[in-house]
């Protein structure tokens, strides 16, 4: 969650390769998307989409990425993504319980 709240896309990306979760939710019911997205942080987000993180998933105030990113060049980009696989699913990956 930090990485992506302070926009180091290099520790971000170490982290999502040993296995943390792009959809890990903070006690504001935020992603590690959220903050990327609020950090305007094009790098990050590209990493935490790339690594299956759900743009879709609601905050404790009900703004999902999209929403946040309404007034950036990245709604665009976040409206277009595919629906992220769930558990039941064939496609579905499962990441580890890390914490971002």
Same mark, same amino acid.
């Given at each position: 969650m930090f990485a992506a709240?302070?926009?180091d896309a290099a520790c971000?990306?170490?982290?999502? @390769?040993?296995?943390?979760d792009p959809n890990q939710i903070d006690r504001k019911?935020?992603?590690p998307l959220h903050y990327a997205v609020i950090g305007n942080d094009v790098g990050c987000v590209y990493l935490l989409v790339a690594a299956?993180? @759900? /743009?879709?998933?609601? @905050? @404790?105030y009900g703004y999902t990425t999209i929403d946040m990113a309404a007034s950036t060049y990245?709604?665009?980009?976040l409206s277009s993504l595919p629906p992220v696989p769930s558990p039941g699913d064939e496609s579905f990956r /499962?990441?580890?319980?890390?914490?971002?």
């Open positions: 709240a302070t926009c971000l990306a170490e982290l999502l @390769d040993a296995g943390a019911g935020r992603t299956g993180a @759900d /743009p879709l998933v609601e @905050d @404790d990245l709604h665009d980009y /499962p990441r580890s319980t890390a914490t971002i």
